[in-house]
């Protein structure tokens, strides 16, 4: 799933908190992220006023005597100025009411929430400055999934206190920098995981309350998710699927399905304003309770549906984070805007903005359906493991794709099928279906192909299948190259692995791109057999392991297609570069295999 860009900041005034008039507060869903637009809301700390004095002038008079009575006077009203100004010192030191003159150095509090709780959160900050603590509350609407990366990188980003809408951000960093990072505290409020209908979608019999979190994704529905940097909607639904999915396949699907949905992310306000479209443009898409009825407060013709898988719903959840950082501000002023937070007051404005709140009913009218319940967070492992998986997904693929084109791979796999027609019936629709996002290159491999080099270059490089002009020739041209590999497997020749995978690998690793997960996949029928001669397999092994950097990784993944093939061989060439090693019986088993290291491809 590169730091942020800088924020800028947008001043709030301090008689009052942001004019949300235009988008009332929860109203609209998360700001695009910062990653995306180089900016997040900051309400600055309320200005401190500056004391007016006063001057009296003299006229030409003299000044007159002054008499016993004026003297007593006098006396009387110094002692009242030094009563009253230990009364507001000691005022100040207990808690009370605070004069600018008490409170010379504010702390300064960094304080991180979602766009959601925006307002509210400055609202009480402002009320907490105006009643006398002693801080300036920065308050930044930053998206939970930014705030866990720069925590986990370390740096000046890391807030003072942290509000994330989700409990799975937190075990992330955490499963990276060890539990003692960071003190959690109570939970603000929170709001259930459901499927947000727009109006041109509804009616649709596809939303069955049999419908499973397992398979919703994979159902054919017209459905988009939201970046998890800019919302946690999509890695809640994402991981609620994940810990619902046992069964192989079907954790293959939903995967696959998942890598689709991620290269088409967008911010959540560009989804609800497609929710406000035709059944052409509109899409359904996880949201939470909140957002969907702040977002039919907002477009009362226009309202939502909400749907929800049969095992319930996920919540998220909005808990009080203190990171421990060395320059940590005081405890004091850190509980004073907690408390304020979690006052009955505000419980009743989070309620009526849509959220739910531990002791009070459920917002009215609620957007869960009456069927569904909450499902319980996930572990921490699982959550940890959703983020893993997610980021896996969401991270691009460049590979190099070797294929098998010696003499048996002339023979029956499956179904009356050669081996190489398996393989290009393959090759050409992985083309088709990988994301527009990968780059991918194709080589031949036997013997004698050029010259004496064992190997072909049938792509002409490792280039890009995106949906441009030059992305589309390019695919065309690697759909046409494979159509020509039976021909190549009648020259009838032998199967110099070894050769073809280390120049391969040092191909990999010359043109190395850290945006992408890099690889080398081979897909043959047979052992290693060179008549030229060529590397043995421990030689081979040794280049590997000497040329593998895991700080630029460049892993192996080897599938051998038949029961001829030298299983111990491939596994040991994928394990030199901490890869991965299958062995596919049927044809089926090619693409699931393939799809498998896909997936695992981290």
């Known amino acids: 799933m590169g730091g942020a860009a800088a924020k800028q900041a947008r001043p709030v005034p301090s008689s009052a908190p942001p004019d949300r008039s235009a988008r009332p507060v929860g109203a609209g869903g998360p700001r695009p992220s910062t990653a995306s637009t180089g900016a997040a809301r900051t309400a600055a700390p309320m200005a401190a006023g500056a004391s007016a004095g006063a001057s009296a002038g003299g006229g030409g008079r003299r000044p007159r005597p002054i008499g016993n009575l004026a003297r007593l006077g006098a006396l009387a009203l110094a002692l009242v100025v030094v009563i009253v100004g230990a009364l507001v010192w000691q005022g100040g030191h207990s808690g009370g009411g605070v004069a600018a003159s008490a409170c010379p150095t504010k702390t300064q509090v960094k304080v991180a929430v979602p766009d959601e709780l925006y307002g509210v959160v400055v609202q009480q900050a402002r009320a907490a400055e105006a009643a006398g603590v002693c801080a300036s509350y920065l308050v930044v609407d930053e998206p939970a999934g930014q705030v866990a990366k720069d925590s986990a990188s370390g740096g000046n980003a890391i807030p003072d206190v942290w509000i994330p809408d989700s409990p799975i951000w937190v075990d992330d960093v955490s499963s990276r920098l060890g539990a003692g990072w ?53 890695i809640s639904a994402a991981a609620t699927a994940e ?55 907002a477009h009362p013709t226009q309202r939502l549906l909400t749907f929800t898988p049969k095992q319930g719903a996920p919540q998220l959840s909005y808990q009080w984070v203190v990171p421990v950082k060395a320059n940590a501000p005081d405890s004091k002023v850190l509980s004073a805007l907690y408390q304020r937070l979690t006052s009955p007051a505000v419980k009743g404005q989070l309620v009526a903005a849509g959220f739910r709140v531990a002791g009070s009913a459920p917002p009215s009218p609620s957007a869960l359906p009456s069927y569904a319940k909450l499902i319980p967070q996930p572990s921490r492992a699982e959550s940890v493991l959703a983020v893993k998986d997610y980021n896996d997904l969401a991270k691009d693929a460049r590979m190099l794709v070797m294929l098998d084109v010696s003499g048996s791979m002339s023979t029956p796999i499956d179904q009356g099928e050669s081996r190489i027609q398996l393989l290009e019936q393959f090759s050409i629709g992985a083309v088709n279906t990988l994301p527009p996002t990968t780059k991918i290159g194709v080589w031949a491999f036997s013997t004698n192909l050029v010259g004496t080099q064992p190997w072909l270059d049938e792509s002409g490089g490792i280039q890009s299948i995106a949906h441009t002009p030059t992305g589309t020739a390019y695919k065309a041209r690697l759909v046409a190259a494979v159509k020509t590999l039976p021909g190549l497997v009648v020259r009838n020749g032998d199967t110099a692995l070894y050769d073809s995978t280390w120049a391969a690998y040092q191909r990999v690793s010359a043109g190395y791109d850290a945006r992408y997960v890099n690889s080398v996949v081979i897909l043959t029928d047979g052992a290693n057999d060179n008549p030229a001669g060529g590397l043995r397999l421990q030689q081979l092994l040794t280049r590997l392991r000497n040329a593998y950097n895991p700080d630029k990784p460049v892993k192996i993944v080897a599938i051998g297609i038949g029961n001829q093939i030298d299983k111990s061989a491939l596994d040991a060439i994928a394990s030199a570069t901490n890869g991965l090693s299958y062995q596919a019986l049927t044809a089926s088993d090619v693409t699931n295999v393939f799809l498998d290291a896909f997936l695992k491809r981290s």
């Open 243 to 297: 810990q619902l999915t046992t069964d192989t396949l079907q954790r293959t699907g939903f995967f696959k399905s998942l890598v689709t949905l991620s290269r088409s992310a967008e911010s959540q306000r560009t989804l609800q304003g497609k929710a406000t479209k035709g059944a052409s443009v509109a899409r359904m898409y996880p949201s939470t309770e909140q957002q969907v009825l702040a977002f039919n407060r």
């Open 182 to 234: 960071v003190t959690q505290g109570g939970t603000i409020a929170t709001s259930p995981v459901v499927f947000a209908v727009p109006k041109s979608l509804q009616g649709n019999p596809a939303f069955d309350k049999k419908t499973d979190w397992r398979t919703i994704f994979e159902s054919g529905l017209p459905i988009s998710v939201s970046d998890p940097t800019t919302s946690s909607t999509t």
